[in-house]
């Protein structure tokens, strides 16, 4: 055989060696994140829910891929961009930004394993059967949110005890709006006040909402725990400094952006979790075996520098009880 002919054939062998083993390595996984708001709005959450990843093993760009649909608060939207994600074969679906997302993500695959997020009860949402054994194709994280009405109103009456009136901000498309006005309704009443619900969801019904507040005046607001809501944080918080209304939200983020006073549990830790639950899927969890989580410590959060700007002085019992104060 000729010399340059074998060497050549060797080199070939060598070079394509490489090239066959590259052309078996699995493909990355690609995670399907389905979302009801917007991506800037989500941001610190997709932040929260990558560090998850992370803790699971999973980089995104370097072991896993992760494709985002949006709904904008266009919940119409969610079945089809759930649909679309199942044509493009994702190994997992995320669903945040409330139940609809889940349901959506559930009504388009029984096969591919579903991770959610959502504020209310999972088992009352259709979404699983039982936290501890969810069965089927879904798990996730609840921070029934929406269970913390009573809680916050109590806070805010401490805060205000002299309010005759409180206006409540819900979504009127959110499925849990009319059990947040019960709750809201009993509560106040044992405290000899009137509720004010006002129903908004976009930007300029939100505006339109708080230019009532000339007339009615009310001596405190309470904004309902909604993804949609929580998104126009910066919008509430402004406009409750403008209205000069002592508020209280459902997550830390809206104290630390301004607001006066929020309760709940921990929005980016229940973010994290999806992400870890995420991760322990790709590894091979089943999420029937995976038990839906729920937050175990909540966090009282009081901006001094917007009780200031509002006049207003924090009984001392409330300021103890604080996890954290804004100063």
């Known amino acids: ?20 083993t590259r052309a078996q390595t699995p493909a990355m996984p690609v995670i399907g994140f389905l979302s009801s708001v917007s991506p800037a709005q989500w941001s610190p959450f997709v932040a929260a829910f990558r560090q998850g990843l992370n803790e699971a093993g999973y980089v995104e760009g370097k072991n896993v891929a992760i494709e985002f649909l949006w709904a904008e608060g266009q919940f119409d ?26 349901l959506a993500a559930k009504a388009a695959t029984s096969t591919i394993p579903i991770v959610f997020g959502t504020g209310g009860d999972p088992v009352e949402q259709g979404l699983v059967p039982s936290l501890g ?8 994280v609840s921070i029934f949110t929406s269970d913390l009405m009573t809680k916050r109103l109590e806070l805010l009456h401490e805060l205000v005890p002299t309010a005759t009136e409180i206006a409540l901000v819900v979504n009127p498309n959110s499925e849990a709006a009319e059990l947040e006005m019960r709750k809201a309704q009993q509560q106040v009443r044992s405290y ?4 004010r619900v006002l129903r908004a969801s976009t930007e300029q019904e939100i505006d339109a909402a708080f230019a009532t507040f000339a007339q009615l005046r009310p001596g405190g607001l309470i904004i309902a725990p909604n993804p949609v809501l929580n998104a126009r944080r910066e919008q509430f918080v402004a406009l409750a400094a403008r209205y000069s209304v002592p508020a209280i939200y459902e997550g830390r983020e809206s104290a630390a952006a301004g607001g006066l006073m929020s309760y709940g549990p921990s929005l980016a830790d229940a973010y994290r979790q999806v992400g870890i639950y995420t991760g322990r899927i790709l590894k091979g969890a089943k999420p029937a075996d995976l038990p839906v989580l729920q937050p175990t410590k909540f966090e009282l959060v009081i901006n001094l520098k917007t009780a200031k700007a509002l006049g207003l002085t924090i009984p001392q019992p409330l300021l103890l009880r604080a996890d954290e104060v804004i100063r």
Do not use: C, Y
């Open 77 to 102: 939207r969610l079945p089809a961009l759930a649909a679309d994600l199942v044509s493009r074969h994702v190994a997992i679906i995320v669903a945040t930004g409330g139940s609809l997302s889940g």
């Open 133 to 140: 054994r969810p069965g089927g194709n879904a798990t996730g």
């Open 192 to 195: 000899g006040q009137r509720i």
């Open 1 to 20: 055989m000729d010399r340059r002919v074998f060497i050549g054939r060797v080199a070939g062998g060598v070079l394509a060696a490489p090239l066959a």
